[in-house]
T-cell receptor, first 109, second 114 residues
């Protein structure tokens, strides 16, 4: 099976930066995704990495190191609406997508 | 709004019963995925269909089955329901069968088994 680890909770102040780490062990690799999920709502797509390096999209950036089985999601200029769960998901060699348990980010005023 | 629709939004039923959840993918998407999300298990992949054919199978119980119809909508059938089946069931769709395709999620069906 797949093994995807991310911290359970993180708290940060409005306007600050938070980095959510994700480590994974999978059978084959065909990309890593980050999703945002507000309580009781559907996950929404944030970013996709398949090659090593940093992908930047507005206030959100995602980094991947395939050799280390490691990714992070960087949230800059935090806003109250960024309080949500952030899910790391890895597509394995059979193209199945496995999700981590999610990191709950709480943004304080 | 992702463009993926799911019905019903809420479903309350009793143990031992059978229910059907419905999903319509985004226009043009050929793949449909089903996920179960419960509080203690996170988001679990159940099954994927691509253009009417089963493409990948995850942790789907034998009591559960799914199909994708010629118009590409999909149904997830859950039978002999147990209390532990209470969860949010999400459908997602993507353009192709895998590769670099991003999955877009529907709003989910909340199933409560009493």
């Amino acid at each position: 099976g797949q093994n995807i680890d991310q911290p359970t909770e993180m708290t940060a102040t409005e306007g600050a930066i938070v980095q959510i780490n994700c480590t994974y062990q999978t059978s084959g690799f065909n990309g890593l995704f980050w999703y945002q999920q507000h309580a009781g709502e559907a996950p929404t797509f944030l970013s996709y990495n398949v090659l090593d390096g940093l992908e930047e999209k507005g206030r959100f950036s995602s980094f991947l190191s395939r050799s280390k089985g490691y990714s992070y999601l960087l949230l800059k200029e935090l806003q109250m609406k960024d309080s949500a769960s952030y899910l790391c998901a890895v597509r394995d060699g059979d193209y199945k997508l496995s999700f981590g348990a999610g990191t709950t980010v709480t943004v304080r005023a | 709004d992702s463009g993926v629709t799911q019905t019903p939004k809420h479903l309350i039923t009793a143990t031992g019963q059978r229910v059907t959840l419905r999903c319509s993918p985004r226009s043009g998407d050929l793949s449909v995925y089903w996920y179960q999300q419960s509080l203690d298990q996170g988001l679990q992949f159940l099954i994927q269909y691509y253009n009417g054919e089963e493409r990948a199978k995850g942790n789907i119980l034998e009591r559960f089955s799914a199909q994708q119809f010629p118009d590409l909508h999909s149904e997830l059938n859950l039978s002999s329901l147990e209390l532990g089946d209470s969860a949010l069931y999400f459908c997602a769709s993507s353009a192709g069968g895998g590769g670099t395709d991003t999955q877009y999620f529907g709003p989910g069906t909340r199933l409560t088994v009493l």
